[in-house]
């Protein structure tokens, strides 16, 4: 039997063509996808340089303001060593004026020193004196002799009287006015009349009668005040009349003299003035008050 004969024969070349175009495509594709791939990268190394460049505009920025900045600082630490160096000299210049001042202080010190030395040889001098003026002279103050209702010397109201009470009292107290007058070599006895604050008075007459009553030509109980000023006046003049009698026989107070007074209701017992206005009755206040003093021939 006779085989068949082909009656056409084989081409390949198409399937060649297609596998080149397959293979062509692939490394098309893959060129593509490699190309894709860099212009990412690129893009992304574009970015990179930006930031970084922004970076570096930040870093100049900042060295330019740090330079700027020790600049600065350069320039007041500069300032501040000056300004140091001036105080420095200025504080030399003071320390040496203090120690010349501390040289005249210290001066000055020694100076006083003697001085002090000197005065108080002086004080010895002066208290050495005062000793013996004390002792033959009688420099130390004479005592104030307080006669006080709160003490019995009672005088009735509105009256200059004194009562028998107030007179034997008034006794009992010649001999201490006796020795302080020749303790002193006192001449004249002050007697001041105090009143308290309480309103007193009426129709006065001592710009009439006053100087007869102190004369003697009328008595004391024909006064009649016109103020407090006026009763303290004649309550003094009262006393004045009764110790001028006691003392009269005594012959070395002959020459004693009375000066009479009115505080009226203006000094408070402490030797204050009486600023308020207080008018209760006050018998510390109510009070007859006897100094001594020299009258100088």
């Not at 570096?56 to 920025?61: A, I, V």
């Not at 000197?118 to 004080?123: D, E």
């Not at 009375?258 to 017992?269: D, E, G, H, N, T």
């Amino acid at each position: 039997m006779k085989s068949k004969r082909r009656t056409s024969d084989f081409n390949f070349w198409p399937s060649i063509t297609d596998m080149i175009l397959a293979v062509f495509m692939t490394f098309l594709i893959l060129w593509f996808v490699e190309k894709f791939l860099f212009l990412s990268d690129l893009a992304l190394t574009k970015q990179g340089i930006a930031q970084l460049e922004d970076k570096l505009k930040q870093s100049n920025f900042a060295v330019a303001q740090a330079q700027s900045e020790v600049t600065q600082a350069t320039l007041d630490a500069e300032k501040a060593k000056s300004v140091a160096a001036e105080n420095l000299s200025a504080s030399t210049m003071a320390l040496i004026r203090s120690e010349g001042e501390k040289n005249r202080y210290l001066t000055s010190l020694r100076e006083c020193h003697q001085e002090q030395d000197t005065s108080s040889k002086q004080l010895g001098k002066c208290e050495n004196q005062l000793k013996i003026c004390q002792a033959e002279f009688q420099c130390d103050k004479p005592p104030i002799i307080t006669l006080d209702e709160a003490s019995g010397y009672n005088f009735e109201t509105g009256s200059a009287n004194l009562s028998e009470d107030f007179k034997a009292q008034l006794q009992s107290k010649i001999q201490v006015i006796k020795t302080e007058l020749l303790r002193y070599k006192a001449n004249v006895i002050e007697i001041i009349g105090h009143t308290d604050g309480q309103i007193a008075g009426g129709q006065g007459n001592l710009d009439h009668e006053l100087e007869e009553v102190a004369a003697g030509i009328r008595s004391i109980d024909t006064l009649r005040y016109g103020s407090n000023a006026d009763l303290g006046l004649i309550r003094a003049l009262a006393v004045a009349l009764f110790l001028e009698k006691e003392l009269k026989s005594q012959t070395e107070l002959a020459n004693v003299k009375f000066r009479v007074y009115s505080a009226a209701q203006l000094i408070l017992p402490t030797g204050e003035l009486a600023l308020n206005t207080s008018r209760t009755a006050n018998e510390q206040r109510r009070r007859i008050e006897l100094r001594f003093t020299r009258l100088e021939r």
